[in-house]
Structure formats: C-alpha cells, structure tokens
C-alpha cells in the first residue's frame, strides 16, 4: 500500500508573481497542486508498467532507467488552474525549471508501439475524490504525435535534485509546452490506445469550450504572460519605470506589448530569446508623469500571431495595480 503524505481534494499552494524574478526558479518557490492527495513511494518501490497497444509490454523499476540516455530540458511548468473555473487566470501558478530524465519516446520505442495506436494513456498512483466524485485513479492522455516528441521526458529530477513526493517523484510524466495537468505526478502506468481515456479528467474535467461551441481538452498552453516587477501594490515614484516579467507558450512568443490605459494603447517591451521550452524575459522602459492608482497590462504576442485575450479565458492578462 502506498503511504500519504496528505489526503484531500485540489490542494494549492500557490506562489507570489513577483518572487519569481530568477530565469530558473529555485525549487521551493514552484507552486504544488494536487487533485487527490500526495503520496508518497519509495524509489526501490516505484514500477512502471507499459501495456495496451505494444510489442512488448513492460515493467520498468527506478533502476532500469539508467539503461536509458538522460536529457535535461529547460521548461516553464504552467498550472491549468481549477476545472471548476476554467476561465479563471492563475499568473502565480508558473515557474521555469530544469527536468531531467529519459525521452519517454525511448521507452514506448523499446516496447515496440503498435503503429494504429493514436493516444498515451498516463496513470498516477493518486486515488481519491475530486468534487464528490470518486476517482480511482488521475488519468491523463496525450495524442502519440506528442508522446513521441522529444522533449517528453519520464523525469526523476528537477534542478539537479531527485523529485520529492510533493514535485511527482520518484518519476513523473513531463510534457513541455502543455499545461501541467498533462505532465502526471507518480507515474505508475502507460497504456497505448487507438483512442482518448475515459476517466473524468480526460472527459467531465480540463475542457474548454471554443467560440464555435467546441469542447476540445485543455493540452497546448496558449501565449501567455505575467508582469513580475514591479509588483501589485508597490509604491512607486513618478518618473522613468522600468517593468519586467515573463512571457510563454507552447509557441515561442514573437512580441509582449504592455499598456497603462486600459488597453487603449500598447508600447512593445524588449523580448528575450528562448532556451528549450523556457519562459521569456521581456522588460520595459515606461514614463509615469501623474500620481494615484496606476494598472500595467502585459500581452504576449506567439509566433503564430496568437494574441493573449484580455479577459474570458485561463490565459487572459492580469493587471499590476501600483501606487503612484
């Protein structure tokens, strides 16, 4: 039986925007989120089961692992936020970090997948209730065509240290560029299949609803951004201003334009180049000559020429209230 750290339904522990300033962030600073509990097993306890649609079904323990290449990847890690709120902003639910592990392509590679397979489907070892509904297991899926990337890693670190209970350890699932309720914590199993999982966070949770009346799953994290400095609330002086934050995406972010009026008029901040699947720094140079209240805006750009929307979505802008 696995013990539990804790027990619960959707437990967060968010972190504030604006401790965020450094590129990775310090392992303690990310925020924690989870649906059904934390439990908490042993490496020497840990296996991986492989099945469904394969050559060759596998059992991996935590030592067979190291037959496999290690990868490290640099990667914002983006919280989807509540189901039950879907439209609902969480800027203080991202952080940038280190993952290292094996290409998640090798192992399913090394099972032999069956070439009419056309979706991954992830198990952790979490069970429990999520909103009055019994849940025997956090199940997530990915299309193959992602699985399959390769930058889908089975991590077992995060900035250089072992993963603990609270981070997914000993090894969790990790789908850069997708929205963290993908990347599934404890991992136990991974079954091939020629369609999508049934369990309730595939089909009751993590959908959104398009303009056209779509239900489509909550997967790519679409442009998003956050102003880190200055930060809501602060004091500041009349005068030159400088603003900082973070912008990201599954598609790299072509511009981040920020506004002090509302959205009427927008000045183009100064974008920072990316690494693997990172976050990018943009900062700004603004000019306040009045005094009171004062809301600063950021909007990310992709280079798609998807446009961050102002309101309505999980990824809508979140504005910085200063005093002036």
């Not at 990790?174 to 369609?195: C, E, F, I, M, Q």
């Not at 609330?233 to 599954?250: F, H, N, Q, Y």
């Amino acid at each position: 039986m696995t013990d539990m750290i804790e027990t619960g339904t959707y437990r967060s522990i968010p972190r504030k925007i604006s401790q965020l300033t450094d590129f990775v962030t310090p392992e303690p600073d990310v925020f924690v989120l989870a649906h059904l509990g934390i439990p908490d097993l042993a490496r020497d306890d840990w296996s991986l089961s492989v099945t469904g649609m394969t050559a060759k079904p596998l059992v991996l323990r935590f030592d067979d692992l190291v037959t496999f290449q290690a990868h490290r990847i640099t990667a914002f890690h983006k919280c989807a936020g509540n189901p039950m709120k879907p439209a609902e902003p969480t800027p203080d639910r991202v952080a940038n970090v280190v993952w290292r592990g094996i290409r998640l392509r090798d192992v399913l590679s090394r099972a032999g997948y069956d070439s009419r397979a056309t979706h991954l489907w992830a198990d952790g070892i979490d069970s429990g209730s999520f909103e009055g509904v019994a849940v025997a297991k956090y199940q997530k899926d990915l299309p193959l065509a992602k699985a399959l990337q390769d930058d889908v890693l089975l991590a077992f670190e995060i900035n250089g240290a072992p993963l603990s209970a609270h981070r997914g350890g000993p090894v969790r699932l990790v789908a850069p560029g997708w929205y963290g309720t993908n990347s599934v914590k404890w991992l136990r199993t991974l079954h091939l299949a020629d369609g999508r999982a049934a369990g309730p966070f595939t089909t009751r949770w993590y959908n959104d609803t398009d303009a056209s009346g779509i239900r489509r799953p909550v997967w790519a994290v679409a442009p998003d951004s956050a102003i880190v400095t200055p930060a809501a609330g602060e004091k500041i002086d009349a005068g030159t201003l400088t603003v900082r934050g973070w912008s990201w995406g599954e598609h790299d972010i072509a511009r981040v334009d920020l506004s002090i009026d509302g959205g009427a008029s927008w000045l183009p901040a100064t974008l920072s180049p990316r690494t693997d699947k990172s976050w990018q720094g943009f900062s700004a140079q603004l000019r306040i000559d009045r005094s009171g209240p004062m809301r600063i805006i950021s909007r990310a750009t992709d280079v798609r020429g998807e446009v961050q929307p102002m309101s309505g979505a999980r990824n809508a802008s979140v504005a910085v209230e200063v005093q002036i």
